[in-house]
């Protein structure tokens, strides 16, 4: 086991645990763990998500600056709309496709296709964390599981432990922001 897998795995459930609890302070926590994370992951030949860890950094940067903005109103969380949610899966799936293409094609990636798909997956939950919509969790309950089975593929046992804590972790993030969820007019 390696130093550096080491402090992903610590900041890694920092970040999400702060997530969990609403706390600003996930989004730098999370950008030390992606930049660890990336240089793991290159290393492992899961490129897909290797780039993920570098587009995170601005997703992670925009929403500290999002979460930053009303520090004094409560936390209020939303529902996708469903034409929102058209468009979210719209484009989940032509990133995935398209990142899962060019690798199987142009690299010797380990598991391009559903390596692709986890990450274009995770860009949108990370998104939708900065947007506070609940749906996040939903989706990152969905793509830890298939990160637990790659790590366990790929040796990185400290991080199929890492997304098993982030999985029970994202379970209890829906039931915490449920509690605050914007009332739906009908």
């Known amino acids: 086991m390696k130093a550096l897998e080491i402090v992903g795995f610590i900041s890694g459930f920092a970040g999400v645990f702060l997530t969990v609890k609403k706390n600003k302070w996930c989004f730098p926590i999370g950008i030390i763990n992606v930049i660890i994370s990336c240089f793991l992951f290159y290393e492992s030949r899961l490129y897909a998500d290797s780039l993920q860890q570098l587009v995170y950094i601005p997703l992670l940067i925009v929403g500290w600056l999002k979460w930053n903005k009303n520090l004094n109103e409560e936390f209020i969380a939303e529902r996708i709309y469903r034409n929102e949610g058209i468009i979210y899966f719209s484009l989940f799936i032509f990133t995935g ?90």
């Open 97 to 186: 496709v398209a990142l899962g293409f060019i690798l199987k094609t142009y690299s010797n990636a380990s598991y391009p296709w559903i390596d692709s798909m986890a990450t274009a997956a995770s860009f949108l939950a990370q998104y939708l964390i900065a947007k506070k919509k609940i749906e996040n969790w939903i989706v990152w309950i969905i793509v830890n599981i298939v990160y637990i089975v790659i790590y366990i593929q790929k040796d990185l046992q400290l991080y199929a432990v890492l997304y098993c804590v982030y999985l029970l972790l994202a379970i209890q993030g829906f039931y915490q922001w449920r509690k605050h969820l914007k009332p739906t007019t009908a």
